[in-house]
């Protein structure tokens, strides 16, 4: 650990980010932006700034009917599926948001190898055919070969297989993929550099600018899809959101064959903190972020999340999103039964896979357990 160098890479997006949130005042923007945004085929930047204003949250019915249409155009009825699985809750970073915070005095754990396998074995038995693997933060506590053989595992169970972890070097990147990761997830939590040092008190996360450019490094790794998101509620989301989709965008318009994808999570309570609640992030501010996300970037898929109440998901999933989660345990070994260590944060939407197809089939909606073909 004490070798280890965080990798720079030669990268403009972050200057092209950082630019237009600076820049991005909401209160400039009118009714009759957020209207020529809705009546253009093609998105500008300007576009999606009017789309995530406050003047828009009076068109949210527009937004909504336009983004369902265009979800419909590229997605069809298809609703995508898939778990996550928790290897391990030790972190060596203090994020004040987090349960896994280093210090935080909860149960911690780690699966070893027949553990993950037994995971996944439970989690197979429902269908389903992705899976996303997280731990906390740290090569120490779960290192790049540990995940790598998570992976490998999984590729014995699943079809598509994704990671959120801490974020890796290039060649750490290659190290997984070629064990059979297929995507990177890398959540900036929040586009403010100042604001992300205040919440980001000690560790590897705290390094704003190498977590940026995770995703690009994954993709440089050769991974299939990289996804994007911030935790809508740290600070001023319209500004998170629009520098979500921007780091995006810049990212698709380098790598134009990778699968892109964005999650729109909001805080969530967690073990020890009483305090943390979505700031200022209504259920319609919410809707409203994900429809100029969909407005804006046609093609990506978009999840949502389990925080959210399951009648809030059941609507979304028909007005934009593509993609969800099911069956979702946040602790570390409960898909069998057997509890281990702490949840990281708390869900609201505890459905089974069972129950989640039930409700799609019942919507008139197409499951899809996986769209690739390895």
């Known amino acids: 650990m004490q070798n280890f160098r965080m990798q720079k890479i030669k990268s403009d997006i972050l200057t092209k980010v950082l630019t237009q949130i600076e820049v991005y005042d909401e209160k400039e923007y009118s009714k009759n932006d957020v209207l020529k945004a809705l009546n253009s085929e093609y998105l500008s930047i300007e576009n999606l700034k009017a789309l ?70 439970a989690i197979s038995k429902t269908g389903l055919q992705e899976i996303l693997m997280l731990t906390g933060e740290g090569r120490e506590f779960a290192s790049a070969e540990y995940i790598a053989k998570a992976c490998e595992i999984a590729r014995e169970y699943f079809k598509v297989v994704g990671v959120e972890i801490y974020a890796m070097n290039i060649d750490e990147y290659e190290l997984l ?47 299939r899809g990289v996804a994007f998101g911030a935790l809508l509620g740290i600070d001023d989301f319209r500004k998170d959101a629009l520098a979500t989709a921007l780091h995006a965008y810049f990212l698709q318009q380098l790598y134009p064959s990778a699968e892109i994808s964005i999650s729109i999570p909001r805080l969530r309570p967690i ?42 998901r059941d609507e979304v999933i028909k007005l934009g999103a593509s993609k969800m989660s099911a ?40 499951v899809v357990m996986s769209d690739y073909v390895g």
Do not use: W
């Not at 259920?283 to 009648?311: D, M, N, W």
């Open 52 to 121: 995530l204003s406050s003047a828009a949250e009076d068109l949210i019915e527009d937004l909504a009917f336009k983004a369902s249409k265009i979800k419909q155009k590229y997605f069809g009825n298809n609703v995508s599926l898939f778990t996550p699985l928790y290897l391990s809750n030790f972190c060596n970073s203090k994020c004040v948001y987090c349960g896994f915070q280093k210090g935080n005095k909860i149960a911690r754990a780690k699966l070893d190898e027949n553990e993950i396998r037994e995971e996944m074995q």
């Open 271 to 312: 073990i020890n903190n009483a305090k943390i609640h979505p700031k200022d992030v209504s259920e319609k501010r919410l809707l409203q972020v994900l429809c100029a996300y969909r407005l804006f970037l046609p093609f990506a898929h978009i999840t949502i999340s389990s925080r959210e109440r399951q009648g809030f």
């Open 177 to 223: 993929h070629e064990k059979g990761c297929d995507y990177v997830t890398v959540f900036q939590e929040t586009y403010n550099p100042i604001k992300y040092s205040k919440i980001h008190l000690a560790g590897e996360k705290s390094v704003f600018d190498y977590r940026f450019n995770a995703q690009e490094r994954a993709l440089r790794a050769g991974m």
């Open 327 to 366: 069956g979702v345990s946040v602790g570390i070994g409960e898909h069998k039964g057997e509890k281990k260590g702490d949840e990281q944060f708390e869900i609201s939407d505890d459905r089974s896979v069972k129950e989640i197809l039930t409700m799609l089939e019942n919507s008139g909606l197409q």
